[in-house]
């Protein structure tokens, strides 16, 4: 367990260090265009479309990050006055709802991306479009997954421990 513990814990720093290059690169490709722009240079002819890309990327790789510690959005206006057991339910149901969602989000997007891979369309500088949108279904399967373990996690917890 220590040695699945020690690789899930380099798996996030791994994710996290993916995620905060990704919108470095975004960032200073932006800050750059901006610039070569202002003094009258063209820039880089399809660093507009890489900052959309990226824009895409960081979205969903920080969604997966955000589930990894429950931290994503939701709107929790009336969970907190609820009864411990009810509460748990809730929170158990937008956890199945939301990993069930994804699943089929998910098989949407990959139906997506094979017909992406079918059409050969390229993106932008050589790289396919389907390259560019394979993350949407990885990100939405990772979701899904994280989302049935928050789910097994909010079962084995006690109902008082929930939403605290």
Do not use: C
């Amino acid at each position: 367990m220590l040695m699945f513990s020690q690789f899930l814990r380099r798996l996030h720093q791994l994710e996290d260090m993916v995620l905060t290059g990704m919108f470095l690169l975004m960032l200073l490709l932006s800050v750059a265009q901006i610039v070569a722009r202002n003094f009258g240079v063209a820039g880089l002819v399809w660093g507009d479309e890489l900052a959309r890309v990226l824009v895409l990327w960081v979205g969903l790789l920080g969604a997966m990050a955000a589930a990894r510690t429950d931290k994503h959005l939701r709107i929790d206006l009336f969970t907190r006055l609820l009864k411990p057991v009810t509460r748990k339910f809730v929170v158990l149901t937008a956890q199945v709802g939301t990993a069930l969602v994804s699943v089929v989000a998910a098989y949407g997007a990959l139906t997506f991306v094979m017909d992406e891979y079918s059409y050969g369309s390229i993106a932008f500088a050589g790289v396919p479009t389907w390259v560019t949108m394979s993350v949407i279904p990885f990100a939405l399967g990772v979701l899904a997954l994280r989302y049935l373990v928050l789910a097994i996690l909010t079962i084995l917890t006690s109902a008082t421990e929930i939403g605290r």
